[in-house]
């Protein structure tokens, strides 16, 4: 199993700081195959902790946040994969105030499906987000920046990269560029191509991050004029931990 974090490692998320919530944002991947009933497999998921102050507005070009990013070796670790998203989205039920995704409902259905047996915290956490609209969006314990961010969009779609585009946030993706998850993924597996992984994860990565800027313009915590670079963000936060984030290719973003 490949684990990089700035937090030690898989389910241990940061001390919320005094005067300040702690938001978890987490982001799955999965091989597709709709041929077969519950035949997705999850292969990478990541998990983006912020601190966000209480009080006053949040600048998010300022606002520095810690990870986990856990992707697969080879297929025989799914299992793990699978036990290792569980104890860290039971961190983040135990730790954060809030719990973001975008479509997170899919990612939490595709590890619970493709577990050799229940797991618990993946189940709380389903069930959290099927009660999230109990509350207020503000002080919801789940929001799904798929479904509880219309209020403020003006676009018609709701996948991430349409979603960002229209609040004013550059989330260009250079990963996809003349490829595919799939193609990139299949890569990994055969050839061990250290770039092919690194694309993913740093996509995967920024989902959960941009997910959660999202989260926060929908909830009222932050605002921004213009447009707003989420790669800088992301490259900071990530300190060069990715040898894909030193290619000209992604350099060129910032």
Not at 50 to 76: C, I, Q
Not at 103 to 115: E, M
Not at 157 to 181: A, F
Not at 202 to 229: F, I, M, P, Y
Request: charged share 25%; with cysteine.
């Amino acid at each position: 199993m490949i684990v990089t974090s700035t937090l030690g490692g898989p389910a241990r998320p940061p001390r919320r700081p005094q005067g300040s919530r702690l938001l978890a944002s987490v982001d799955v991947e999965w091989t597709k195959n709709y041929r077969v009933k519950n035949g997705n497999r999850p292969f990478c998921y990541s998990a983006v902790y912020l601190a966000v102050p209480t009080h006053g507005p949040v600048d998010v070009t300022e606002l520095p946040f810690r990870y986990t990013s856990v992707y697969v070796e080879n297929t025989d670790e799914t299992e793990e994969l699978i036990r290792l998203a569980d104890a860290e989205l039971r961190a983040c039920l135990d730790a954060a105030d809030q719990i973001i995704g975008h479509q997170l409902s899919s990612d939490l259905a595709v590890l619970a499906n493709a577990a050799a047996a229940p797991p618990e915290a993946i189940e709380t956490a389903r069930h959290a987000w099927r009660a999230r609209r109990d509350a207020e969006l503000a002080t919801r314990r789940v929001v799904d920046t798929r479904y509880d961010a219309g209020h403020i969009l003006g676009c018609a779609s709701r996948r991430l990269v349409d979603v960002c585009t229209d609040l004013g946030l550059d989330v260009t993706q250079p990963e996809l560029r003349g490829t595919s998850m799939t193609a990139l993924h299949r890569t990994w597996l055969e050839t061990g191509r250290t770039e092919a992984r690194e694309r993913i994860s740093v996509l995967n990565l920024r989902h959960s991050l941009s997910a959660a800027l999202v989260a926060l313009r929908a909830t009222g915590r932050a605002d921004w004029t213009g447009t707003v670079n989420v790669n800088r963000i992301l490259a900071a936060g990530l300190d060069g931990d990715f040898g894909w984030l030193r290619s000209p290719t992604f350099a060129a973003l910032l």
